[in-house]
């Protein structure tokens, strides 16, 4: 059998999840804004036809949003994550190798799957994903990845396809390449885009037609892999087993400028321990940590200064208590006092990188950490948090939670319907008045 790969993705995926616990958004416009309630990063068909742009300020369309009625949604990540969880679930009783590309797509392996059969099954997964998640999908399928990321644009676009469209048959693909920009095409972003334009290149059928060594040359070879992908000669593999991550980061923007050393000195523990949590999971460990923190280049008229600098550990570990004490050391050495305006600084992280497995790590000759006696504190700490949820206990010098004045603000988040108990929706029965029949 030919190769055949299915891209799936939840249309307007944190939309959706808001809609599925909520029936009254139905028909009406939806958006889903950043960290901080800072911009729209999901909206509903409804929101885009009322020319709602990706990425817009929310406090640009405010006033808008309450004149049309388009129903306004904090960052509900929580949600969004277990969702996708379980969609991920659905697909994996479909095929027998998943790839989860991002957490509302993912890529599928029908290689093992009769041609005339595949779109019958595309369409009965769409069906079942709704039917157990609620979440609605659309299916692209080609021989490579880049043909399958075009075939699901094409899904989308086409409501006459169902939710799903083939590009494996090449003389069917070659018929929508002329039809479509190159700007749709996976991995050419806006530079890609400026220089194939100047080259003459407008649609998908002119790029799979130019000569692809020359087009590395303007196009590095991610544009000649692009090529070659397009002309149904696969050089992206599916990767169902998740590379190792080479790096990691925790980094938040403040709901109020911070001024003060102690609130700082908090925030990057906090960072530090949800950083801690992040490798514990995956099982690997860091040993230098990158420490920043900046003002916001928004607030004309203040002092401007942005930090960053390096610490190194003893040893590798995923400790929270010992990244804790790296970012406050990063922020001593670092801070510096202000004269009558201090810097009001909106944002601080932690970035590792070069991280390795922790049960690989080198030692010291004379061991600078008890790992065995870390391992058992960080484990319990971790099942408390899984079991009464995240933050329920942490360390000191992170602060608790409902007590950090600094935290990321989600003043219109809906409840974590899916993983707090607290949250659980509720279903109340409706008595009918007495001589009446229930209805």
């Given amino acids: 059998m030919s190769r055949a790969l299915a891209l799936i993705d939840g249309n307007s995926f944190y939309c959706s999840c808001e809609r599925v616990f909520d029936p009254k958004l139905a028909s009406v416009p939806v958006i889903v804004l950043s960290n901080n309630d800072g911009c729209a990063i999901a909206r509903t068909a409804e929101a885009k036809a009322l020319g709602i742009r990706m990425g817009e300020p929310y406090f640009k369309i405010r006033q808008m949003c309450r004149a049309k009625g388009v129903r306004v949604f904090s960052s509900n990540y929580t949600l969004y994550g277990d969702m996708s969880s379980r969609t991920n679930a659905v697909y994996r009783q479909f095929a027998r190798d998943v790839e989860v590309y991002s957490i509302d797509e993912s890529f599928l392996d029908l290689s093992d799957v009769r041609e005339r059969d595949r779109v019958a099954l595309a369409k009965d997964l769409r069906a079942t994903v709704r039917q157990w998640t609620g979440i609605p999908t659309c299916v692209g399928i080609g021989p490579t990845k880049t043909l399958a990321k075009l075939a699901n644009h094409i899904a989308k676009a086409v409501p006459e396809l169902g939710g799903v469209c083939d590009l494996t048959d090449e003389a069917e693909r070659a018929a929508w390449m002329v039809g479509i920009s190159v700007g749709e095409v996976w991995g050419i972003g806006r530079a890609s885009l400026a220089r194939l334009t100047a080259m003459g290149v407008d649609t998908v059928a002119d790029l799979r037609d130019l000569d692809p060594r020359p087009a590395r040359q303007s196009l590095t070879v991610v544009g000649e892999r692009i090529i070659h992908e397009l002309r149904g000669r696969a050089c ?11 790096g990691c980061a925790v980094t938040r923007s403040f709901s109020s400028r911070i001024t003060e050393r102690e609130v700082l000195e908090q925030a990057v523990a906090a960072h530090a321990t949800r950083l801690g949590e992040k490798l514990r999971r995956d099982g690997l460990a860091a040993s230098v940590v990158t420490v920043f923190y900046h003002t916001s280049e928004h607030d004309r008229g203040d002092p401007m200064r942005s930090v960053s600098t390096v610490v190194h550990l003893p040893e590798a570990t995923n400790d929270s208590r010992h990244l804790i004490q790296a970012a406050i050391h990063g922020v001593a050495k670092t801070w510096k006092e202000q004269g009558p305006t201090p810097w009001r600084y909106s944002k601080a992280g932690l970035v590792t990188t070069d991280l390795v497995p922790l049960d690989q790590a080198p030692r010291p000759l004379f061991d600078a ?19 009464f949820g995240r933050g329920a206990v942490v360390p000191a010098r992170a602060g608790l939670v409902a ?29 009918a008045p007495a001589g009446h029949p229930h209805p």
């Fill in 403 to 431: 007590k950090r004045t600094w935290s990321t603000k989600f003043e219109m988040r809906t409840p974590r319907y899916t993983t707090w108990v607290s949250d659980l929706p509720v279903a109340k029965a409706v008595l």
């Fill in 369 to 387: 950490l008890d790992r065995e006696r870390s391992g058992a504190l960080m484990a319990a700490m971790d099942a408390c948090n899984s079991r």
């Fill in 236 to 246: 992206l593999p599916l990767e169902s087993v998740p590379a190792r991550r080479k």
